[in-house]
């Protein structure tokens, strides 16, 4: 799993059947350094198939590849990344460990 920030949100103009119930959020992966502070999100954004809801500015965990389509369990979605969950906080510790 990995610390994402949503930035937006993706519009289907004929989405699968199988979608429904459900939106495509745009969200950056955030790393360390991010995290603490120290620089601005510079990865690549990715589609997130979002059931709980995540506004812009939201941080969220999100799990990727297999992991994805494994909340759905027999029903497979077409979904390379997920939402797991919104995240309130995330606290870091910045000392580097011995």
Known sequence: ???AQVIGTVTLSRPHSSLK???FAL???LSLDNLIGGTDATAE???VY???GAAAGCQISISEGREAA???GDT???VDAYNAAILDQVDVDKEKPA
């Open 70 to 72: 494994q909340p759905f």
């Open 27 to 29: 969200a950056v992966p």
């Open 1 to 3: 799993m990995r610390v």
């Open 76 to 78: 497979m979605k077409p």
């Open 45 to 47: 954004a990715l589609v």
């Open 21 to 23: 119930g459900a939106r």
């Open 50 to 52: 979002d059931e709980l």
